[in-house]
T-cell receptor, first 111, second 115 residues
Framework: GQSLEQPSEVTAVEGAIVQINCTYQ??????LSWYQQHDGGAPTFLSYNALDGLEETGRFSSFLSRSDSYGYLLLQELQMKDSASYFC????????????WGAGTKLIIKP | SAVISQKPSRDICQRGTSLTIQCQVDSQVTMMFWYRQQPGQSLTLIAT?????????ESGFVIDKFPISRPNLTFSTLTVSNMSPEDSSIYLCSAGTRGNNYGYTFGSGTRLTVV
């Protein structure tokens, strides 16, 4: 079956670095995406990895290892506004490029 | 990336009635999807809205309950029919273009309460 696993909650302090892991088991893997969702808001796209390696976008980086079916989102220099839920999602190329979503990780940032 | 206007943003409806949610995208997109999300939970895909043809529904969702239209590449509607309190949720539309780093954009959501 299809499944994604990520921690339900992570706590960190302002200014620190946090890594949110995601392992997946899907068919027709095309790529791994990360989305951020603040309470009461809609998901917003953060990153997409189709190939192995690290992609960096400002304070956020995302990593993918296709052989290990594993990826992570790295958030640096944490700010209070980064408090949100973070979802990993797999894109399946043989299912009309729809997203298969993880359960989400709630990131709590303490001052 | 595309910008999606979704409306209504919220509604309170009587059971047994229907509500139509609209999503307008500011540019042509290849793919549009409709999701349901309970607060604090992940997104559940209802269906893929196909331009000019019937939507593709996920397991547990049927066309009679959730009819979807997509007359062109920028617009789609989802109707929640014969509503019951169990349909209370947040409904989200999403859009993207194949090959464009697959960064899907979401509408702001419709918070539906059925009483």
């Amino acid at each position: 079956g299809q499944s994604l696993e990520q921690p339900s909650e992570v706590t960190a302090v302002e200014g620190a670095i946090v890594q949110i892991n995601c392992t997946y088991q899907t068919s027709g893997f095309y790529g791994l995406s990360w989305y951020q969702q603040h309470d009461g808001g809609a998901p917003t796209f953060l990153s997409y990895n189709a190939l192995d390696g690290l992609e960096e976008t400002g304070r956020f980086s995302s990593f993918l290892s296709r052989s290990d079916s594993y990826g992570y989102l790295l958030l640096q220099e944490l700010q209070m506004k980064d408090s949100a839920s973070y979802f990993c999602a797999v894109i399946e190329g043989d299912s009309n490029y729809q997203l298969i979503w993880g359960a989400g990780t709630k990131l709590i940032i303490k001052p | 990336s595309a910008v999606i206007s979704q409306k209504p943003s919220r509604d309170i409806c009587q059971r047994g009635t229907s509500l139509t949610i609209q999503c307008q995208v500011d540019s042509q997109v290849t793919m549009m999807f409709w999701y349901r999300q309970q607060p604090g939970q992940s997104l559940t895909l209802i269906a893929t809205a196909n331009q000019g043809s019937e939507a593709t529904y996920e397991s547990g969702f049927v066309i009679d309950k959730f009819p979807i239209s997509r007359p062109n590449l920028t617009f789609s509607t989802l109707t929640v029919s014969n509503m019951s309190p169990e349909d209370s949720s947040i409904y989200l539309c999403s859009a993207g273009t194949r090959g464009n780093n697959y960064g899907y954009t979401f509408g702001s959501g419709t918070r539906l309460t059925v009483v």
